[in-house]
Nanobody, 122 residues
Framework: QVQLVQAGGGLVQAGASLKLSCAAS??????MAWFRQAPGKEREFVAA???????YYADSVKGRFTISRDNAKSTVYLQMNNLKSEDTALYYC??????????????????WGRGTQVTVSL
């Protein structure tokens, strides 16, 4: 089993920055990712990282968000810059023990954090 503990989030104005973290404990994870879910919408892919080498982003956040990973701390981060109102959502950390190929799919991940709210005001 893998436990994911999220931290960060909050209420900021448009253009501001926030950093989310997700600490994994239990077993070694190969792929970690961030998804988000806005009210009334489906959960969507934001970013993923395989080990600490390969990173992937949704087009909507490319150039503004950066995913990184500290393997020594088993922690993944999501640095969010130039936040927009459309980034408002509940952000979830996800993990898989394997190196997944379909990193943008919900079903690729076995473990999920509880979610942390990010609210961006105009």
């Amino acid at each position: 089993q893998v436990q994911l503990v999220q931290a960060g989030g909050g209420l900021v104005q448009a253009g501001a920055s926030l950093k989310l973290s997700c600490a994994a404990s239990g077993r070694t994870v190969g792929t970690m990712a961030w998804f988000r879910q806005a009210p009334g919408k489906e959960r969507e892919f934001v970013a993923a990282i395989k080990w600490s080498t390969y990173s992937y982003y949704a087009d909507s956040v490319k150039g503004r968000f950066t995913i990184s990973r500290d393997n020594a701390k088993s922690t993944v981060y999501l640095q969010m810059n130039n936040l927009k109102s459309e980034d408002t959502a509940l952000y979830y950390c996800a993990a898989s023990q394997s190196i997944v190929s379909s990193y943008a799919q919900l079903s690729s991940y076995d473990y999920w954090g509880r979610g942390t709210q990010v609210t961006v005001s105009l």
